[in-house]
């Protein structure tokens, strides 16, 4: 800031074939007025930066290396541990985890994603392979703003969550299907429960 400031200050005039710069005292008022415009600017900036790359370093506290397994298929994929995610099956009590396509695309085809659309699972339901028909599970949420809504789900194998203590493991869970990118930046591809974060290897 005081570079430009400094170099909005300064005048350059040629005389005799030769570049003269002269440096007016405090400078104009236009100059000024870049700094006093500039300066404020520039402090949400690198505030904004500095709180990015926290939010960032914070992610990466936070995510971990996933395995899940259904019908001898495994899928290895990045998870990050959602608090905000409080979703149980209100029947079988079992933890819901949120996957999206890049996750069940190792078991799914294209055309099967596309059925398992809240919108369609009712009426394409038969039209699915009967070990896709046994693994569906319908789970009821509400988010904020919205009514009452459905999770389509699928009841797979395991979950297998590495962390610095050991291999945190799942048999049965929940994955909730999810047809879009977790996030922009494919830091993470599932959501996992916090609950087993807590209960351990035996949930």
């Not at 990050?80 to 979703?87: A, H, T």
């Amino acid at each position: 800031m005081l570079g430009v400031h400094y170099f909005l200050a300064t005048e350059i005039t040629v005389q005799g074939g030769s570049i003269v710069t002269f440096t007016g005292g405090y400078g104009d008022p236009v100059s000024w007025l870049f700094v006093v415009i500039g300066f404020p600017c520039s402090y949400l900036f690198t505030k904004w930066r500095l709180e990015q790359v926290q939010v960032h370093h914070m992610k990466l506290e936070n995510i971990y290396d996933v395995t899940l397994e259904w019908r001898g298929q495994t899928a290895q994929c990045k998870g990050l541990v959602d608090s905000g995610n409080q979703l149980v099956d209100p029947v079988s009590r079992k933890m819901v985890f949120l996957a999206d396509e890049n996750v069940l695309g190792h078991f799914l085809n294209k055309n099967e994603l596309e059925k398992l659309q809240v919108e369609q699972v009712v009426t394409s339901l038969d039209e699915l392979p009967e070990h896709v028909q046994k693994a569906v599970r319908l789970v009821p949420y509400q988010a904020a703003g919205m009514a009452g809504q459905l999770l389509v789900t699928l009841l797979v194998d395991r979950i297998t969550i590495d962390t610095p203590e050991g291999k945190l493991e799942m048999k049965q869970p929940l994955v909730g299907v999810q047809h879009h990118d977790l996030t922009h930046d494919q830091l993470y591809q599932m959501l996992i429960h916090p609950h087993i974060m807590v209960k351990g290897k035996s949930a």
